[in-house]
């Protein structure tokens, strides 16, 4: 089996154990990781300590940080394969998604290197003579990122690329499930020459790796992607540094088609939407809001793309829709859908695993009409699409809403004036019109509601790395007058 190890302060190294990764494709063990415990967590969170206040990094100008992130990119570019054959081997996302999604993840790199020398601070008109007041934005401390299994290279993208661009050290957490791609990626770190404990890659579990990272004393900020249920033990364990923290949670994405909409096309964005990535993607569009009086029809040619997916191995370029990346995923999922069928909703398609080695599960589609159900108000993570339908718009916008999450949105309609409308009405970070899963480092992403908080992408994301100092500097040559004699 292949060996991966932990990354701190410019050297790789075992954790204090070891554990066996599973490849979802088969079911069976592929690799041994580095098992970080709290005294690795410690480690690495003293070697980003260091590194933020000593050695070469806080002295580098911010134009050499921009030249590091744009080396780190080339690197990226160079050896996009081998990355995206380790993401599908360990997670079992399909080659054809992995290999343009890493590609595209050296982007982020460029576009924040790129700004590396573009935060700015600000001169301000202070209403006091013989003063001269000014901001400076400097990099909030050390961060620690924890990021789910799911696209993993991605989601760490746009956490290290804005933290280093601002100046920050880190520890990043890869999951459990799936870290290899991670800790291939600290290789590209060390060779791009960022200095020693600026970047550290570690993988672990939960309470003996995440709670410990997530407490340090020494942490400033944590940028947590995964769900709910963990963000609040983060949130929890931040009350005891009281680090700042941006937090980037599931959704439950209504996906709003009008009977004006072009339904074909609708339609391949819907499929994208929801079995893109086998489903495992926090911005799935997993509830078809549909108008009923085109509902039947676009459901036939919903059934119809959906049934003509192709499973596969994810290492297959002709698979469309691999495995789910762990066994207790396609559980939850079986027992969600279970749930669901108990209060109402009926099968138009899949609802069932095919026979064999793996983590599949068929392309499926839950007709919720009957009112409320499970399917439309829980995440599956999965290949699991929940259908409502409306009469008005008014009602599509009360359905789109009734939500506890409030990540992203579709909207499908001819009609622009509508869309204006809805866009507005809609609570959710992104909304999507006549279009679906598009992403860019240029533009900003995150939720309201059990979604999270705080932005990755765009400038936004950079500033969210940074914290303002207010500089004071007294321009009179005077002496400061006795305070305590009355004139």
């Not at 701190?8 to 599973?22: H, M, Q, T």
């Not at 993993?152 to 280093?164: E, M, N, R, T």
């Not at 700042?244 to 609708?266: C, R, W």
């Not at 509601?449 to 500097?473: I, P, Q």
Request: glycine share 10%; proline share 6%.
């Amino acid at each position: 089996m292949q060996r991966f190890q932990c990354y701190i302060d410019g050297e790789f190294g075992d954790g204090e154990a070891r554990f066996e990764s599973i490849d979802p494709a088969t079911g069976r063990a592929w690799a041994e990781m580095p098992e970080a415990r709290k005294a690795d967590v410690d480690r690495a969170v003293e070697a980003a300590h260091k590194a933020l206040f000593a050695g070469a990094w806080p002295r580098l100008p911010a134009t050499q940080r921009g030249k590091l992130l744009y080396k780190l990119a080339d690197l990226v570019t160079a050896n996009a394969q081998k990355l995206a054959e380790l993401e599908t081997r360990d997670t079992g996302k399909v080659i054809r998604e992995t290999s343009a999604q890493i590609a595209y993840v050296a982007d982020y790199y460029r576009y924040y290197a790129g700004i590396a020398d573009k935060i700015e601070g600000a001169h301000l008109p202070i209403d006091k003579p013989d003063m001269d007041v000014w901001l400076r934005r400097e990099p909030i401390g050390v961060v620690a990122m924890v990021v789910p299994w799911n696209s993993q290279l991605f989601l760490s993208a746009v956490k290290i690329g804005p933290a280093l661009a601002a100046g920050c050290t880190m520890v990043v957490k890869a999951s459990e499930d799936g870290p290899a791609p991670l800790l291939e990626f600290a290789g590209l770190v060390h060779e791009a020459g960022f200095p020693a404990g600026v970047v550290n890659v570690i993988t672990g579990f939960g309470p003996s790796c995440g709670a410990a990272l997530s407490r340090h004393p020494k942490v400033d900020h944590i940028a947590f992607t995964g769900g709910p249920e963990t963000a609040r033990h983060v949130v929890r364990n931040s009350a005891e540094n009281l680090a700042s923290t941006s937090l980037e949670l599931g959704g439950k994405s209504p996906f709003i088609v009008f009977a004006d909409a072009d339904l074909e096309s609708a339609a391949n964005a819907q499929v994208a939407g929801i079995f893109a990535a086998t489903g495992q993607s926090c911005v799935a569009g997993s509830r078809l809001v549909v108008e009923r009086g085109v509902k039947d029809r676009f459901l036939e040619i919903l059934k119809a793309k959906a049934e003509a997916v192709r499973l596969g191995s994810p290492l297959d370029m002709a698979t469309e829709v691999g495995p789910l990346a762990t066994r207790r995923q396609r559980e939850h999922i079986e027992a969600l859908i279970a749930r669901s069928l108990a209060a109402g909703a009926k099968v138009v398609t899949g609802a069932s695993a095919p026979e064999g080695d793996g983590f599949y599960y068929r392309p499926t589609i839950l007709d919720c009409a009957g009112g409320r159900s499970p399917a439309l108000e829980e995440e599956f993570f999965g290949p699991v699409l929940s259908v409502a339908s409306f009469e008005t718009e008014a009602e599509a916008l009360a359905i789109a809403n009734d939500t506890r999450y409030g990540l992203a949105a579709g909207l499908f309609t001819r009609d622009l004036t509508r869309a204006h409308r809805l866009m507005k009405g809609i609570r959710a970070g992104i909304v999507w019109v006549n279009t679906y899963r598009a992403v860019s480092p240029i533009a900003p992403f995150g939720g309201f509601g059990l979604s999270g908080h705080g932005r990755e992408g765009g400038m936004a994301a950079v500033l969210d790395y940074t914290r303002t100092k207010t500089v004071w500097l007294r321009t009179s040559d005077d002496p400061i007058p006795d305070p305590f004699v009355m004139r």
